[in-house]
């Protein structure tokens, strides 16, 4: 019998995927935090002894990190790329595209029902910012804005934004620890929600852009103090 586990609490999985989803994510982060410097040599056989599993899991995981663009495969091997200053400017001016999109959709298509899964993930921020709690907020500010692609209804432009969100996720783990107090940006992320919802969408896509550039800007913050650039 296959054995299964599960993700954050509730969806079973088989034991093998869990596995996988564990290894990929560890690398994610380790690559993206800088941890793994760019141009490391990541061996199968040296990453299954770290991570104890077979060289299965780890084969689907730099799979599933060169789609994502964290590694590149060569002739020699596999070896982590990281992210540049070009590569964050990149992928914040994708994920502005993706996002502007989105909320164009919501604002045209959806109906009072669709909008709970925001007004939940709202509160969760709001929850995380009374236990100062950085990455449960982290992990709950991507949430509200992945919500947005679940009101608008297009499932290619999800299915865009989803193969970079775990990246994604990483980053805002970062740039919320910039952040000695949560309440500003819970705040920030209501004024938009509002905004949007009273129907002044210019306005809303506006204040996206600029939350997107504050968290470019805290991003590069972050790496700057894991790196220990002044």
């Given amino acids: 019998m296959t054995q299964v586990?599960?993700?954050?609490?509730?969806?079973?999985?088989?034991?093998?995927?869990?596995?996988?989803?564990?290894?990929?994510?560890?690398?994610?982060?380790?690559i993206v935090a800088g941890e793994i410097p760019p141009n490391t040599h990541l061996v199968e056989s040296q990453l299954?002894?770290?991570?104890?599993?077979?060289?299965?899991?780890?084969?689907?995981?730099?799979r599933q990190l060169e789609a994502e663009g964290l590694v590149e495969s060569h002739r020699r091997g596999v070896f982590a790329v990281g992210l540049r200053s070009s590569d964050v400017d990149e992928l914040y001016m994708l994920r502005e595209l993706l996002?502007?999109?989105?909320?164009?959709?919501?604002?045209?298509?959806?109906?009072?029902?669709?909008?709970?899964?925001?007004?939940?993930?709202?509160?969760?921020m709001k929850d995380r910012v009374?236990?100062?709690?950085?990455?449960?907020?982290?992990?709950?500010?991507?949430?509200?804005?992945?919500?947005?692609?679940?009101?608008?209804?297009g499932k290619r432009l999800e299915s865009m934004?989803?193969?970079?969100?775990?990246?994604?996720?990483?980053?805002?783990?970062?740039?919320?620890?910039?952040?000695?107090?949560l309440g500003p940006t819970y705040?920030?992320?209501?004024?938009?929600?509002?905004?949007?919802?009273?129907?002044?969408?210019?306005?809303?896509?506006?204040?996206?852009r600029t939350h997107l550039q504050g968290s470019r800007d805290r991003l590069t913050q972050a790496f700057n103090r894991l790196h220990g650039e002044s």
């Fill in 5 to 30: 586990s599960f993700v954050n609490g509730r969806s079973p999985v088989p034991q093998t995927l869990a596995l996988g989803l564990h290894v990929v994510s560890q690398l994610r982060h380790a």
């Fill in 48 to 62: 299954s002894i770290r991570f104890d599993v077979s060289r299965g899991p780890i084969r689907d995981a730099l």
């Fill in 99 to 124: 996002e502007v999109k989105a909320l164009e959709l919501a604002h045209a298509q959806s109906t009072d029902g669709e909008w709970d899964l925001v007004e939940r993930n709202l509160d969760a």
């Fill in 130 to 153: 009374l236990a100062q709690d950085s990455l449960g907020f982290a992990r709950a500010d991507l949430s509200f804005h992945s919500a947005f692609y679940s009101v608008a209804g």
């Fill in 161 to 181: 934004w989803k193969q970079y969100e775990p990246t994604f996720a990483v980053m805002l783990e970062l740039t919320n620890a910039e952040d000695r107090d």
């Fill in 187 to 208: 705040q920030d992320h209501v004024d938009l929600y509002t905004t949007l919802r009273n129907g002044d969408l210019t306005t809303a896509v506006g204040m996206l």
